[in-house]
T-cell receptor, first 111, second 114 residues
Framework: SQQGEEDPQALSIQEGENATMNCSYKTSINNLQWYRQNSGRGLVHLILIRSNEREKHSGRLRVTLDTSKKSSSLLITASRAADTASYFCATGDSGNTPLVFGKGTRLSVIA | ETGVTQTPRHLVMGMTNKKSLKCEQHLGHNAMYWYKQSAKKPLELMFVYNFKEQTENNSVPSRFSPECPNSSHLFLHLHTLQPEDSALYLC?????????????FGQGTRLTVV
């Protein structure tokens, strides 16, 4: 199984600031995905970036992928208090094995 | 609403009790999963079912017993649990065998073993 490792473990910022979270992984991948989890709830898929893509946008989210460094970053611009949550990365291979998640980054956005 | 429904949302059980967690998906996915999430630990994959067949069991103690009667329903039967089994149990589903596919999660069952 492949595992994403998020960094930092916790991040606290003021509303309106940008938040950047990083993910590193160990093996080759087909895609990398980011998920969000509100406290005590299930994970919600945010964005998927394929291994042949370098950057992807979705609203205030920007994801980059550097396969040579086996790393990805998630940038949330103009953060809001409602962005407070844990964020997880997960890597996908050919689709025949389930996603494996890291410990996540806990983001706190202070109003 | 992700299309994956878990019940109950909260469960408190004694160590001698027997209870079951239920998960249902109507997304047409062929794979369903149980994950365990404890405080300050990564999400742990417990079981994988692909077309109702169990394809993965990650060294989970026998006090956890999964059941998948069809590709839309998944159960986790619990008996003689320990306090350290208290955690958030998450069910997910996806299209296994399809590249670039995402997982859909239920809202979880918060289990407390007393």
């Amino acid at each position: 199984s492949q595992q994403g490792e998020e960094d930092p473990q916790a991040l606290s910022i003021q509303e309106g600031e940008n938040a950047t979270m990083n993910c590193s992984y160990k093996t080759s991948i087909n895609n990398l995905q980011w998920y969000r989890q509100n406290s005590g709830r299930g994970l919600v898929h945010l964005i998927l970036i394929r291994s042949n893509e370098r950057e992807k946008h979705s609203g205030r989210l920007r994801v980059t992928l550097d396969t040579s460094k086996k790393s990805s970053s998630l940038l949330i611009t103009a953060s809001r208090a409602a962005d407070t949550a844990s964020y997880f990365c997960a890597t996908g291979d050919s689709g025949n094995t389930p996603l494996v998640f890291g410990k996540g980054t806990r983001l706190s956005v202070i109003a | 609403e992700t299309g994956v429904t878990q019940t109950p949302r909260h469960l408190v059980m004694g160590m001698t009790n027997k209870k079951s967690l239920k998960c249902e998906q109507h997304l047409g996915h062929n794979a369903m999963y149980w994950y365990k999430q404890s405080a300050k630990k990564p999400l742990e994959l417990m079981f994988v079912y692909n077309f109702k067949e169990q394809t993965e069991n990650n060294s989970v103690p026998s006090r956890f017993s999964p059941e998948c009667p069809n590709s839309s329903h998944l159960f986790l039967h619990l008996h003689t649990l320990q306090p350290e089994d208290s955690a958030l149990y998450l069910c997910a589903s996806s299209h296994l065998g399809q590249t670039n596919t995402e997982a859909f999660f239920g809202q979880g069952t918060r289990l407390t073993v007393v």
